[in-house]
C-alpha cells in the first residue's frame, strides 16, 4: 500500500533549535509539496517541486526556511531558527505533475516552546 | 492572490443531507477538488470535477459547478457519523501542473 510517509510525527522544541522534518514521497510521484496548517491561515503552501527541482518556494519565510529534495525519495524542510510562531502541522503531499490528486502523509506536529 | 472561501462550521443530524459551499476566484481553474481530512490524519481526495462540467454523481456525492459564479458545492446524502471531518475545497490554479488551492476548510459534525 503506498503512501507518504513523514517524520518525526511530534516534534517538542525550544525556541533558537534547528528543526528537520523528513518525506518519503510515493515512488514513481514526479512532484512534492510542502504545507503548514494552523487554526487561523489553514493550509498554506510552502513550496513545491517537479522532478526534484523548485518551482514555488514564495510561501516560505526565506530567511530560516529551506527545502531541498536532495534525491527523488527524501524531500525535507528545514527551521533554522525555530520560532514559537512556527508551531503547526506541516505537511508533504506527492502526486504526478499536471495532474490535482495529492497523497498526503500523515503530518509532523511541530511545538516550539 | 487567488482565494477561496468555504464556511468554517456545518452541523447536521444523522441521515440528513449535507451541503457544504465554497466559492474561489481563479476562472482559469481546469479541475476542483474535495478533499476530506478525519482527526490527526492528512487530506484524502475525495472527489473532483472537470471545469467543463455542472454536475458529477459519485455514490453518496454529488458535486455541483456554477462556473459563471464560481461556486462548488458538496452534497453528501444520508450523512454517517463517520462523515464527521474537515472537508477542502480546492481549485487548481491554471496550468499550474497540479498546484491547488485550498479553502480553510469545512468542519462538518454530524449528531446522532
Known amino acids: 500500500d503506498a503512501r507518504v510517509t513523514q517524520t518525526p510525527r511530534d516534534k517538542v522544541t525550544e525556541m533558537g533549535q534547528e528543526v528537520t522534518m523528513r518525506c518519503q514521497p510515493i515512488l514513481g510521484h514526479n512532484t512534492v509539496f510542502w504545507y503548514r496548517q494552523t487554526m487561523m491561515q489553514g493550509l498554506e503552501l510552502l513550496a513545491y517541486?517537479?522532478?526534484?527541482?523548485?518551482?514555488?518556494d514564495s510561501g516560505m519565510p526565506k530567511d530560516r526556511f529551506s527545502a531541498e529534495m536532495p534525491d527523488a525519495t527524501l524531500a525535507t524542510l528545514k527551521i533554522q531558527p525555530s520560532e514559537p510562531r512556527d508551531s503547526a502541522v506541516y505537511f508533504c503531499?506527492?502526486?504526478?505533475?499536471?495532474?490535482?490528486?495529492?497523497?498526503f502523509g500523515e503530518g509532523s506536529r511541530l511545538t516550539v516552546l | 492572490g487567488e482565494d477561496v472561501e468555504q464556511s468554517l462550521f456545518l452541523s447536521v443530524r444523522e441521515g440528513d443531507s449535507s451541503v457544504i459551499n465554497c466559492t474561489y476566484t481563479?476562472?482559469?481553474?481546469?479541475?476542483l477538488y474535495w478533499y476530506k481530512q478525519e482527526p490527526g490524519a492528512g487530506l484524502q481526495l475525495l472527489t473532483y470535477?472537470?471545469?467543463?462540467?455542472d454536475m458529477k454523481q459519485d455514490q453518496r456525492l454529488t458535486v455541483l459547478l456554477n462556473k459563471k459564479d464560481k461556486h462548488l458545492s458538496l452534497r453528501i446524502a444520508d450523512t454517517q457519523t463517520g462523515d464527521s471531518a474537515i472537508y477542502f475545497c480546492?481549485?487548481?490554479?491554471?496550468?499550474?501542473?497540479?498546484?491547488?488551492?485550498f479553502g480553510k476548510g469545512t468542519k462538518l459534525s454530524v449528531k446522532p
Open positions: 470535477i472537470f471545469s467543463n462540467m
Open positions: 517541486f517537479r522532478n526534484r527541482a523548485p518551482l514555488d
Open positions: 503531499a506527492s502526486g504526478l505533475g499536471g495532474h490535482g490528486e495529492l497523497f
Open positions: 481563479d476562472s482559469s481553474s481546469t479541475y
Open positions: 480546492a481549485p487548481d490554479l491554471g496550468g499550474s501542473q497540479g498546484n491547488l488551492i
